[in-house]
């Protein structure tokens, strides 16, 4: 058994179409091919299948092979175009190989086609090398650009809602996917509360969501690795399958958020189509979630730290209230003392020893009063200043 070739052949010759075959076959080759002899019926077969070579007759009355090879160009396909005649002469072979075609083989000595197809082989397979290493370093070199721009969106954010929104405008502005969400761990009860992407409406979302987590999610919080489902809509664990066949969503994505070692949430991405996530974007879409991890974790310490500061000044407030309604009930006790106390030393003392006394006494209540009165006017000018 050969290796396999597929090969279209554009020739109008039956016969020499049989030659070319057994041409390949003596050459160590198992061609699959197919004759065609016009630009409609070579349409349809570069639509129908993919070529790796193409063979064709240069010199053909209706359909020239000039005119198959200006086909192909159109298509933008890289397939190799190798043109066969049974015309000689090294001017019309120059004049061939000017006009794009890989390489020039006359019927007459077909011992340089099997070479000429290997040697054009490895030279497709080297473009299409070049073309994929070029297409990975820009698909790393804008994954970089995502996460730099997302670190400075999320980097200076510390409110939880406007960081999350953020994040997924980010996410979701960037990357290919149909929608993103976020679920964040809720402390206190320990579940999963959703957030969701902004391609899907949040009430369309929420009217639709699992009570509980969705077992994908939960795969992400045990495991604390990325999950990936290839087909969400037919997963037997989609309880709501339907509602991602209506919204387009079938693969599914999932990453933990993880901040300083604990497991804040999921970071969820869903694709429009069936399909395996690479581990290149795996690791990448992992990576992502580790940054947004630690930004989440910064902001629920901020509103942590925030709402410590709040329950503080309630208390701070409570306190100062109480000190002016002491003050006040001080002061107001102290002078009704004073006030006695000069009344009975007008009226019921004698003796200079007891007038000198209980003048002694009132002196230190009228004292009192004033040091509870500038105590009671400069704890209402704190509280107003905060």
């Not at 940054?291 to 407030?317: C, D, F, H, P, W």
């Not at 209230?321 to 007008?346: D, M, N, W, Y």
């Amino acid at each position: 058994m050969g290796e396999p070739l597929r090969v279209l052949i554009v020739e109008d010759s039956e016969d020499d179409t049989l030659l070319l075959v057994r041409e390949l076959q003596r050459g160590g080759y198992d061609p699959t091919f197919e004759r065609v002899d016009s630009a409609e019926a070579m349409a349809r077969a570069l639509a129908a299948r993919s070529w790796q070579i193409v063979l064709a007759d240069y010199t053909m009355p209706q359909f020239k092979g000039t005119d198959a090879l200006e086909l192909l160009k159109e298509t933008r396909l890289d397939i190799p175009l190798i043109f066969v005649s049974g015309a000689t002469g090294e001017d019309l072979a120059v004049a061939a190989m000017k006009t794009g075609a890989h390489d020039y083989v006359i019927k007459g000595n077909l011992k340089r086609l099997t070479p000429a197809i290997a040697r054009e082989l490895r030279e497709a397979e080297i473009r299409r090398q070049r073309k994929r290493d070029g297409e990975s370093l820009r698909r790393q070199e804008k994954r970089m650009w995502v996460l730099y721009e997302i670190n400075q969106a999320i980097t200076c954010i510390l409110d939880l809602r406007d960081l999350v929104n953020i994040l997924i405008q980010n996410i979701n502005l960037f990357l290919p996917y149909s929608a993103s969400t976020v679920s964040l761990l809720n402390q206190e009860t320990r579940e999963l509360e959703s957030v969701p992407g902004i391609s899907l409406r949040e009430t369309q979302w929420r009217s639709h969501i699992l009570k509980r987590a969705l077992a994908w999610e939960n795969l992400v919080l045990e495991a604390k690795s990325p999950v990936a489902v290839r087909n969400i809509q037919k997963d037997l664990r989609a309880e709501e399958a339907e509602f991602f066949r209506n919204h387009g969503l079938v693969a599914y994505l999932g990453a933990p958020l993880l901040g300083q070692h604990e497991i804040l949430g999921v970071l969820g991405y869903y694709a429009d189509e069936e399909r395996e996530f690479e581990e290149e974007e795996v690791r990448f879409l992992t990576t992502l979630a580790g940054q947004a991890g630690i930004a989440i974790r910064n902001s629920q310490l901020y509103e942590k730290t925030k709402s410590q500061v709040v329950e503080s000044e309630k208390a701070k407030q409570v306190k100062d209230e109480f000190l002016v309604v002491l003050a006040r009930e001080l002061s107001v006790a102290l002078e009704t003392a004073t006030t006695s106390a000069g009344s009975i030393r007008e009226t019921m003392l004698q003796g200079p020893g007891e007038k000198a006394a209980l003048e002694q006494v009132a002196g230190h209540s009228t004292e009192l009063v004033t040091r509870i009165q500038s105590l009671l006017a400069a704890t209402k000018a704190e509280a107003k200043l905060t």
